[in-house]
């Protein structure tokens, strides 16, 4: 197995036992021990547990930057599958916030954490400001609307309301509160013409996918 391999698969094994158990609970030993290698082999890889847990949070990022340069320098897709595809993949992600490792981060890694808000906040500004700007060009969105309004109520209710803290306080997962957020605030952007549009892609699609 090639060295990146292996990084690779120490990335994707810690995650999901951060996500299991806690960041605080696992130990390089158990990572190691779960992959079958030394502590030796992890060691060549990250100096410490602190270490795994940047490069996760660096890779996630890199992975919401790619999807959505992807995305937006698509202009062959349909607008409506465009905004789907968005939709739901923010809906995937904020999945990550939930659970014990989040809670971890925040109480023995505030800085870390920080750093994972302002880059949400961020992205949340530049990206929805470039797809609303679109879809008022295809005329799926209206033309009347305060785009920088819009996207700072947005930004300004994930904010307030998809943290673990209010979560964990709420009745649904953090992917079904992206999905009500998304729903809310594009059902009031929608032209008669651009939800009758949105309505007819999603008749014959399964339930996992967003609806308004």
Known sequence: MEEKDIKQKILQKAEEMFQKYG???VTIEEIASSLNISKK?????????EHILKEMVYQNKCE?????????SDKLTPFIEKLKKFMNFIAKISKKIEGTMVHDIMRTHPEIWKDIEQFRENRA???LSNLIEEGISNGIFRNDVNTEVVVLAYVS?????????????LPISADQAFRDILKILFEGLFTTEGRKKYKNTIKNESLGEISL
Request: net charge neutral.
């Open 23 to 25: 960041f605080s609970k």
């Open 64 to 72: 919401v930057d790619d999807f959505i340069d992807e995305l937006m």
């Open 41 to 49: 082999t992890l060691y060549k890889h990250f100096s410490n547990k």
């Open 125 to 127: 500004y530049k990206n």
């Open 157 to 169: 209710a994930i904010h307030t309301l998809i943290n673990p803290e209010t979560l964990s306080k």
